[in-house]
Structure formats: structure tokens, C-alpha cells
Nanobody, 121 residues
């Protein structure tokens, strides 16, 4: 089984920065890609950014130029550096890992529980 644990959320003023982390643990798998999503109250879950195993990154238009996704392959950890935060960035941020399960050789998605990010003065 794969477990994802996010950390790094909190309260920050507009214009501030936060760095989120998501660590994957378990055995019998390798990670194909990881991504961050967010969900604000009353809204649908929104994709934020993705990073492939080769390190290619893609961002939603709403965060491009402000957020940076990165990955430490050795630690099975993905990060989201968030700069120039705005009140509309307030949401629960969750990470998703697409993994290759060795036993059975199939791909599957796993989700973390999420971490709250609040941008407010």
C-alpha cells in the first residue's frame, strides 16, 4: 500500500509564501508522477500542478509564475513552493501520486489527506 502525508500548510498573509511537502511511503511500487490539487469550500477540486518521473512540470494558469513544484526522487517526496499568495489560494491542498505497482504491474492513483492553506490578513 502507498501512504501520502502532506505537511507545511498554515495561515499566511497575502503576498507571503509557504512550502508544502508530500511524502510517499510503503513498498512494492515506484512513482510515475505526482501532482497537487486544491479544494476551496463550496468549490470542486482543482488541479494545481504536476511533475513527471522525468522532472517535467505543468501548472494551472491560476498559479503559473507563482508556484513551483519539485520532487526528491530518493525521498519519494514532492514539494509545492507557493509565492505571492493571494486570498483566492485559500484551500485544502492534497497531493496525488500515480504509482506503478510491481505485483500485478498496474498503475494506480493514491491521495493524501490534505493540508489547509489560508491566505488572509
Amino acid at each position: 500500500q502507498v501512504q501520502l502525508v502532506e505537511s507545511g500548510g498554515g495561515l499566511v498573509q497575502p503576498g507571503g509564501s509557504l512550502r508544502l511537502s508530500c511524502a510517499a511511503s510503503g513498498s512494492g511500487f515506484s512513482i510515475n508522477a505526482m501532482a497537487w490539487y486544491r479544494q476551496a469550500p463550496g468549490n470542486q477540486r482543482e488541479w494545481v500542478a504536476s511533475i513527471t518521473g522525468g522532472g517535467n512540470t505543468v501548472y494551472s494558469n491560476s498559479v503559473k509564475g507563482r508556484f513551483t513544484i519539485s520532487r526528491d526522487v530518493a525521498k519519494n517526496t514532492v514539494y509545492l513552493q507557493m509565492n505571492s499568495l493571494k486570498p483566492e489560494d485559500t484551500a485544502v491542498y492534497c497531493c496525488k501520486a500515480n504509482v506503478q505497482v510491481f505485483r500485478g504491474n498496474y498503475a494506480a492513483d493514491y491521495w493524501g489527506q490534505g493540508t489547509q492553506v489560508t491566505v488572509s490578513s
